[in-house]
């Protein structure tokens, strides 16, 4: 995993010490100062991201010692120190910024995502995210998602195929669409297909599809819809759910329930670096 988040964290720590590095924890404070720090909860929420955000202090301070106290997934009441360091003070100073707007990011998301994951309880539905992530933050974004509980949907553009509403309009309707995804398709890639109505389903059916994205539905017409499907397509339900829908729509029987705003609006779980003495 260190392989893949190192690019990440660097390019985070690159844009903010720019062409000088830390040019006021090199005025104040002597080079061979040593700190000891605690990562500290500042309210209630979910844990994710913490590999990144303490390879931050890892790569300025490759000596540092790193007490790791909460695993991803746990989660944290108010006043819960989920790390301790001891290393050289400049460097956990300069590293401090890019470790936690990265953690309490991450954890907001986690935070988020375990929300809705409650919210759905005693339903067979699934939270799953979507690719509404932050630009060269989707893999972290997503790990904190399952984190919180849920699952991913596709990583990217090139793991299945998910025929949208922009996508029909061009192809010239449901059929047309579907029958060029599937000469296109190889034998492992799923096809998934977004609608509307139930008219756009029953069009889906006939022709075959593996997963039928259900798109702005009330929940009396999700129902009518996964009654339709009867099995035949996994059946994911999508549009501006928050905590307070989200049981209705899993009471329909769907399978999925996908939402971009634990990943682009999820509030931060404040976390803050104490420093000992």
């Given at each position: 995993?260190?392989?893949?988040?190192?690019?990440?964290?660097?390019?985070?720590?690159?844009?903010?010490?720019?062409?000088?590095?830390?040019?006021?924890?090199?005025?104040?404070?002597?080079?061979?100062?040593?700190?000891?720090?605690?990562?500290?909860?500042?309210?209630?929420?979910?844990?994710?991201?913490?590999?990144?955000?303490?390879?931050?202090?890892?790569?300025?301070?490759?000596?540092?010692?790193?007490?790791?106290?909460?695993?991803?997934?746990?989660?944290?009441?108010?006043?819960?120190?989920?790390?301790?360091?001891?290393?050289?003070?400049?460097?956990?100073?300069?590293?401090?910024?890019?470790?936690?707007?990265?953690?309490?990011?991450?954890?907001?998301?986690a935070t988020a995502t375990r929300a809705?994951?409650?919210?759905?309880?005693?339903?067979?539905?699934?939270?799953?995210?979507?690719?509404?992530?932050?630009?060269?933050?989707?893999?972290?974004?997503?790990?904190?998602?399952?984190?919180?509980?849920?699952?991913?949907?596709?990583?990217?553009?090139?793991?299945?195929?998910?025929?949208?509403?922009?996508?029909?309009?061009?192809?010239?309707?449901?059929?047309?669409?579907?029958?060029?995804?599937?000469?296109?398709?190889?034998?492992?890639?799923?096809?998934?297909?977004?609608?509307?109505?139930?008219?756009?389903?029953?069009?889906?059916?006939?022709?075959?599809?593996?997963?039928?994205?259900?798109?702005?539905?009330?929940?009396?017409?999700?129902?009518?819809?996964?009654?339709?499907?009867?099995?035949?397509?996994?059946?994911?339900?999508?549009?501006?759910?928050?905590?307070?829908?989200?049981?209705?729509?899993?009471?329909?029987?769907?399978?999925?329930?996908?939402?971009?705003?634990?990943?682009?609006?999820?509030?931060?779980?404040?976390?803050?670096?104490?420093?000992?003495?």
């Amino acid at each position: 995993m260190r392989f893949l988040l190192e690019p990440l964290v660097r390019a985070a720590l690159r844009e903010d010490l720019g062409r000088a590095g830390d040019i006021t924890s090199a005025a104040v404070v002597p080079a061979e100062a040593r700190v000891e720090a605690a990562i500290v909860a500042r309210g209630e929420g979910v844990i994710a991201g913490l590999d990144a955000a303490l390879l931050a202090f890892e790569l300025l301070d490759p000596a540092i010692a790193i007490e790791r106290l909460c695993a991803d997934g746990a989660a944290v009441g108010r006043g819960a120190v989920v790390a301790r360091l001891r290393g050289q003070a400049r460097a956990v100073l300069a590293a401090e910024r890019t470790a936690l707007n990265l953690l309490c990011h991450l954890c907001g998301v986690a935070t988020a995502t375990r929300a809705l994951v409650e919210a759905v309880s005693g339903y067979k539905a699934k939270i799953v995210c979507t690719r509404k992530t932050t630009p060269g933050l989707r893999a972290l974004e997503k790990a904190a998602v399952r984190a919180g509980g849920g699952a991913n949907h596709r990583f990217g553009l090139d793991d299945a195929m998910l025929i949208k509403d922009n996508h029909i309009a061009l192809a010239g309707g449901v059929r047309p669409a579907l029958e060029r995804a599937r000469r296109q398709a190889g034998h492992l890639v799923k096809i998934e297909i977004e609608v509307d109505t139930l008219d756009q389903l029953a069009e889906a059916l006939a022709v075959g599809v593996d997963a039928v994205l259900l798109d702005n539905m009330n929940p009396q017409t999700l129902a009518r819809a996964v009654a339709m499907v009867a099995g035949r397509a996994v059946t994911e339900a999508s549009g501006r759910i928050t905590r307070e829908s989200a049981p209705a729509v899993a009471a329909s029987g769907v399978d999925l329930i996908s939402s971009g705003w634990i990943t682009h609006s999820a509030p931060i779980l404040d976390l803050g670096l104490d420093i000992a003495g």
